[in-house]
């Protein structure tokens, strides 16, 4: 399966759910906010996981990109791919 997570903050990342989906088998991918905007297309991956982080979902201001990356998880929905949502990513 392609994975791609969405990483907002340097220690926010997968932690040791990377390893274990490497060892399974699945293919990573990932966007760092905090180094680069650009995301993916939603048909470049097959599961998406979104990251926390300090900011709220709302904080558009502060952090621009959270309004493309929310286009990116509503299309992920319409397409029907698996999501995990954790913190922020809730």
């Known amino acids: ?6 990483q907002h903050v340097p220690f ?3 932690g040791m759910m990377a390893p274990v989906l490497v060892t ?7 966007t760092q906010f ?3 905007c650009t995301l993916p297309s939603v048909n470049d991956f097959d599961c998406l996981i979104v990251m ?7 904080d558009e201001p ?3 990109w ?6 990116l998880i509503e299309q992920a929905v319409r397409h029907k791919k ?7 990513g809730a």
């Open 34 to 36: 905090f180094k680069s």
């Open 66 to 71: 959270l309004y493309e990356e929310k286009k």
């Open 82 to 88: 698996n999501i995990l949502g954790i913190c922020l």
């Open 24 to 30: 399974g088998g699945h293919q990573l991918s990932k």
């Open 62 to 64: 502060s952090y621009p």
């Open 12 to 14: 926010e990342d997968l």
């Open 1 to 6: 399966m392609r994975i791609h997570y969405l």
């Open 52 to 58: 926390g982080g300090p900011m709220g979902a709302n």
